[in-house]
């Protein structure tokens, strides 16, 4: 039996909040999103990267109950985890990860518990970037539009193009870090994250991408958004479902038609497009992510996307298509509907589509849980607004497909 190498990275979980604004009554990291807990999913993506000594920090009681959630994560890793007692602030409960790391550690992740999805390839990039005396920190650019408030009023306008949002996991060099807690506990001071107090102690941080799935979950709408990121399950693909299947497959049309004007960047196809014009609209605009609900609602005959996601619910204000798309795999689930396959098509002179096609197309596909997309663009040589350069247009034709075991009932005879 071959031995593996002690792991050089350590990751310390913070799971040691309150969590008093999610008013679930309990830690946050032991709200449960759906079957599994925060600190559940947490571990899954922590785990899902490269082998590092995993260190959780739970609070105070919940030890056990984060011993649990460990042992589940980690499988046969289970020797790479350890859990111990947080304390009354985030640097406190973070000094108690440092004082538990292995002694061959030399880079040593922080990353907060509440940041529940955050993909494994962002953990191991910040990893792979903490280099010489630099720190790491993933981010994703700020593209609301932002003002600067003196008593309540507009006092002006903030640039946007010299702030990013930072996420975690953050990643440090071991021995700085740890002289930059102790110069920190010796001032009194107080950071609003790692990042921060590591730069105060004269160190550079280097920013790598982020992922707009780490976002911290701290209010019920947070924890509601994760919800419907997960509740999408995986639809079998066309060749894997049978002649037994009750009814016949459907097929859905839907359009969207969006103006350039909105603010921030432009949000295209479930990815994020800097420096093209914004489209204009109740959430980000995205024509394209708008087009494939209608298609696959109307596929279903479960109404349209005004019906569900329209201006009469606020809560889909800004949201990007991830939220969307992953909202209506699963109404369809419910109703008893597996996706086959999506076809669109844009109309528009800009973005250049053709060099993102398979990142747009992979990224439609996970928010619809694994169905296949294909996404086409063309131009309309200058005719119409898509041609003028006003706006994008789209149509999307969707195949959803009964599923017998949910009772639908069978066609008449």
Excluded: C
Excluded at 84 to 110: H, I, N
Excluded at 181 to 202: C, N, P, S, V
Excluded at 339 to 354: A, L
Aim: net charge negative.
């Amino acid at each position: 039996m071959s031995i593996l190498p002690v792991p050089r990275t350590a990751i310390i979980v913070v799971a040691a909040g309150s969590g008093t604004r999610l008013e679930a009554g309990a830690p946050k990291a032991f709200v449960g999103i759906d079957a599994r807990t925060i600190l559940r999913h947490a571990l899954d993506g922590v785990f899902a990267a490269e082998p590092m000594q995993v260190v959780v920090v739970a609070p105070a009681g919940y030890e056990g109950d984060a011993e649990t959630e460990l042992r589940a994560a980690a499988a046969e890793r289970v020797d790479l985890g350890r859990v111990v007692t947080g304390g009354a602030t985030r640097q406190e409960s973070v000094a108690a990860g440092l004082a538990a790391l292995w002694g061959d550690v030399t880079t040593v992740l922080v990353h907060d518990a509440a940041r529940a999805l955050t993909p494994p390839a962002v953990i191991d990039a910040v990893a792979a970037a903490v280099v010489g005396e630099a720190g790491a920190v993933p981010s994703l650019p700020v593209v609301d539009t932002l003002k600067r408030v003196e008593d309540g009023l507009v006092a002006g306008a903030v640039d946007r193009s010299e702030l990013a949002a930072a996420q975690t996991p953050q990643g440090f060099p071991r021995t700085l870090l740890e002289a930059a807690y102790e110069i920190a506990r010796a001032d009194g001071a107080e950071y609003t994250d790692d990042a921060a107090l590591f730069a105060a102690a004269g160190h550079p941080v280097r920013l790598v991408p982020g992922s707009e799935r780490s976002f911290k979950i701290t209010t019920p709408a947070d924890l509601e958004r994760a919800r419907l990121l997960l509740a999408a399950a995986p639809a079998p693909s066309p060749s894997s479902i049978s002649a037994a299947v009750t009814g016949a497959p459907r097929v859905g049309v839907g359009t969207d038609v969006h103006a350039f004007g909105g603010d921030g960047s432009l949000w295209l196809a479930g990815l994020e497009w800097p420096g093209e014009a914004a489209l204009s609209g109740h959430s980000d605009g995205d024509a394209v992510a708008h087009a494939i609900v209608d298609a696959l609602l109307g596929a279903a005959g479960l109404g349209d996307i005004g019906q569900h996601f329209g201006t009469a619910h606020p809560e889909y204000a800004g949201a990007h298509a991830d939220v969307f798309l992953s909202r209506t795999a699963e109404m369809l689930a419910e109703a008893g509907f597996a996706i086959g396959n999506v076809s669109v098509q844009f109309q528009g002179n800009r973005p250049r589509f053709s060099g993102r096609r398979a990142e747009a197309e992979a990224a439609l596909s996970a928010a619809l849980g694994g169905a296949a997309v294909s996404v086409a663009a063309t131009t309309t040589d200058g005719l119409g607004f898509p041609g003028r350069g006003e706006g994008i247009a789209v149509t999307a034709v969707a195949l959803v497909i009964p599923r017998p075991e949910r009772g639908l009932p069978a066609p008449a005879e």
